[in-house]
Structure formats: C-alpha cells, structure tokens
C-alpha cells in the first residue's frame, strides 16, 4: 500500500490507515527508503509524525525528504518486529539505527567425526558438528578451549595431522589430550569425553557434576580407587570453575548491554553469561545515523543483535528501552523460550550493568581518541601531498610470492573511519615470468582499473551507449581513490603509472612506499606525485597512516599467497592428466600406496590397476616423468 506525490500529504495518508499492526517505510525522492518502523497500530504510529508535536531535527529532515510511504499489515506485532529488522538489515535505510560489525562471532566447533576434534571457529558453519556460542570475544573461547582440554582431553589437531600420526603429540605428554591418534585411548572412553564436553558447553554443568559423583561413587565401592581419585578431582575443577564465575550464587545464562552516546556516536557493550561462566565483553559502534537518543540506539541494537544470534534467558538492560514488552515477545517465539528483559536491577546484576557502562564510556572514548588521531594523520597525509581536501579513499597494492611461486598482489582500501574490509581485492597473477614483480603489478593495477577508465568518446554518442556507461560507472572497480599506494620502489611506481596513463585516469595522487637503506620501520622513503623522493622520518602522523595502510596490504597479500601455495601442494600432479578422476586416481595411489610407488612403477604394472589402460598408463609414466611431448619410448617394467 502506498502514496505519493510532489509534495506528500501524511495527514491524509494516515487518514485511510488501519489500527493493525505492521510496518511502514518512508520513500524519498530517489526511490531509496529513509526509514522503517514498527507500529502496533499503523495509522497511529504514521499520524504521530504529522501532529503538531515538536520533534527533532532528524526527523524533520527525514519527513521533509518523504515523497511517499509505503506499508505492510502484520498479523501480530511479533512479526511486525521480526519484518522491520530484516528490512532495515537489507534496505540499510539512510535514517535507521544500523548495527555495524564486520567480524564473525567465535564459537567452539565439536566436528562429528569417529574421533570428534574440537575447536575454535569463525565464519560460515560448513564443516558438519556442533556449534557452541557465539562467544563475546577470542579470549573467552580460548577460555573455555583450555577447560576442555583439560578436563576431558579432547582433541584439537587438523584431520591431516591426526590420520598420520606415529607417536603422540607434545599435548597428550602434558595431559591435553588422550592420543586417539595412535590408540591410546577407547573409542568408547573417548566418546563418553565427547558426551561430558558436550554437557558442559550446553551449560548443564549441575547434571554433568551429579552424574560424575555418581561414577566416582561406583568405581570406590569397586575398589577402583585411581578412577575414583580421577573423577573426583574432575568434579572440584568443575565444582572449582562454578564457584568463582557463578553469578549471584547460582548457574546463569544471561547478556548484560549498556550504551554510551556522546552526540550522534555510540557505543553498546555486550557481557556475556553462560552457565554462570563470564565470556567477557565485546564492544558495537552502531552507526547512528544522527540520532542521539540511547533507548532508541540500546532498542535497534538488542532488536538487530539478536534477530541473529540465539538469546539468552535473561538479557539485563542498563536503562529501558521502547517497545520492550514487543521486543521480548519476538525474542521469546524466535528463540522458542522464554527471554527476558530487564532493567533498573538490583544487587549482584547491578553491579555488571555498571560494569557494562564504565565498559562502554571507556571504549567510546578510546574510539573517538582513535578516530581523532585518524583525522590527525590523514590531515598530515593531506598537506604532505599537496592536496586540497582530506583523501576519502586510499588504496594500497602489494605483491607477494616464494621465489615467484604463487604470485599474488592484494588490493586493501581505507576511508575515513579505517580499513573498509567488504572492498579488499585479491589477484592471482597468471602469464608472466616467475619472480618479475614488475609485470605482476602491472598487471594487478590494469585489471583493478580497466572498469574505472573513462569510456571513449564514440561510445557516449548515443543514448543507448549513455545507459551502458552508467551501467558501467555503477560498479564497485568504477570508484578511484584519492590516493594509491604502491609498496615497492621507482620500478613499481613507473608500472602503475603507465597503466593509469594507458587507460586516461586521472586525479589520482600515485605514491610509492620503498624502505629505506636501513630497511627499518620508519626509514621508508615515499616517491611523491610530483617526483620527490621524502623521508618523512618514524614520528611523521603521515608516515604512520602510510605505514598502517602498507602493513595491511603487505599482510593480505601474505594470506593469499600462503593459501594459494599450499593449495598447489595439496593438489596431486595426477589432476593434469586427461582421462584421470577421482576414482582412478584413488584406485591408482591405494595400488602403489601413494604418489611414490606411483612413480617408480612401469607402464605394464600401472596398466593392471583397475580401469587403467594401456595409452593411459602411458600418459601417467610420461606425465610423472617429464616426458610429454618428447616423443621418447617409455620402459615397460
């Protein structure tokens, strides 16, 4: 349902609206949405913000730029909640509260394998097993890592490295794990370590301690007096571990959340309980959008936070927030049990909430140290280059390889606030000889800017071209920095200038970071637009930024590079050769038990292996070999 004209009439628009739930969205000129919101009652809601209450100058600027609205009833208002956030998460409109966080939560992976590993994970579940968290930060993980190892003696190695294990490891020596590596262990023992683990980190340590003083019991009055020593002392670390992270004297799963504004900038802090186990505190900088009210900021966030990640029982609030008793109600059916939210508490509670808020006051501090001494640098930066405004956009390209193994260059890009990581860029480099960084940069800086280059002039003759070009110009590669960082010396530079030359680009400042002779931080010598050579020095806030920037991408690069030569190792030469798929290849590798035998058999034995013939076994001999295309006999045994 919608409404729109030149000059949009809300009164008469909120006129025709029903009381039911739902969700509206203001439209603005361009088509974009400004905003979405909630309302228990629509044409209440939308009528309020055409009355003649005062109201804030976002909002006024919001409802100025309004051309139309559109809405959508809900059956209840759970759902409106649960509709609005996946709106704001996919729309991002201009004036929402948008929660910002680029990392992936950590969790602890138990992999459901005959010997379950268990881990520390980040990014998309993919691997089969149990997932526990998420976890406030690293810390707590490693945290609850160590626990577990300690008491259950689970393992933590790769599969490579468990299925070619001789001896156990230095872990099983200093009582870290069980060795199921090389069988010192039962398959049931150890799956009854798995089942405790698992209890503990379900957060049913009570069960888990009861049934533990249950088989201590039993193995005493079999005479089993070390197994009864064991499983005591297991039971006082865990007993031990409860005692002194338990909150208020019982088992708790609860968040605690305060937010600290000062102008538009915010910060929310997250304590995070399971168990009654405190998995420490992890900070949010939600962009604002201009608004400068906490309870709206605390609000979007706990409704945004946790349309993703699974509730607690209990989430702990340090002041109330609108539409509380609504936000409870979609937390408590999403997550198919009851959730609270609490605010204004009392004893052991009150004392995390102001935890939580002297947390949160200190990191938007230090955030905002942090962002004014960014400014600092980038204005250093600025009048370094000569430039007349503040660069928005750096980019910085590196190259790594091993010996011209693996080429590959990385592309990082920073703005204003720091590292922008949705736009870094990888480039495999193909086609050029081993070793020759020269080629490779060129390469990298023609393919980063081909899609950049302006279009040539008889291709905007017309307007079925003109739609082309924006169609063009709309793509992330059509943006230029204001500044393009180039690690490497006088070589490097002239490479990326000839290709910024070649495909017309101009505006953009090309400066080259080459380490001085002393090869040390701070020694680097910048090659200057304008044919300078400078050695800003270590305490140089412009040099600090470059260096910042370099790092980054010298450290991308690295990644790539290890990660794309590792893959070529893990790939069998086997692969290359026509007529050779996985089945044959694991007839042919279990025949010769490996790559080895492989090699060292003739053509005659490599043709017996199932569905092997004699031509192929000739081109796997001369493959192994270096005999293609040589046109040499191959010995028969």
Known sequence: MSRGGSEFDGKAFAKGLSTAPGVYRMIGADDKVLYVGKASALKNRVSSYFNATPKSSRIMAMLSQTVRMEVTVTRTESEALILENQLIKSLKPRYN???RD???YPYVLLTQE?????AMHRGPRSVPGRYFGPYASVGAVRDTLNLIHKLFKLRSCEDSVFRNRSRPCLQHQIGRCSAPCVGLVAGREYAESVRRATLLLDGRSDELTGELGRAMEAASKR?????????RDLVGSIRTLQARQYVDGRAADLDVLAVSMQGSAACVVLLAFRDGRNLGTRSFFPRTNGSENPEEVLAAFVSQYYGEQIPPREIVLDRDIPDRELIEQALSSSGERKVQLRCRVRGERAGYVDMATRNAQVALATERTSHAAQLARAEALRDLLGMAA???RIECFDISHTMGEATVASCVVFDAEGPVRGQYRRYNIAGIEPGDDYAAMHQAISRRFRRAAPAPAEEVADAGVNAKVGKRAS??????PDILLIDGGAGQVAQAKSVLDELGIEGVALVGVAKGPARRPGDEELLLPDGRCVRPGADAPALQLIQQVRDEAHRFAITGHRGRRQKARNTSRLDDIAGIGPRRRGNLLRHFGGLGGLKAAGVEEISRVEGVN???AERIYATLHGLEGQGASTPTE
């Open 97 to 99: 509260v948008l929660l």
């Open 223 to 231: 005479l089993e007096f070390e197994e009864a020593a064991r499983l």
């Open 475 to 480: 793509k992330a590669e059509a943006v230029l």
């Open 102 to 104: 680029d990392k992936s």
């Open 390 to 392: 503040l660069p928005s």
């Open 614 to 616: 004699h031509a192929l």
């Open 114 to 118: 005959q010997w379950p590993r268990i």
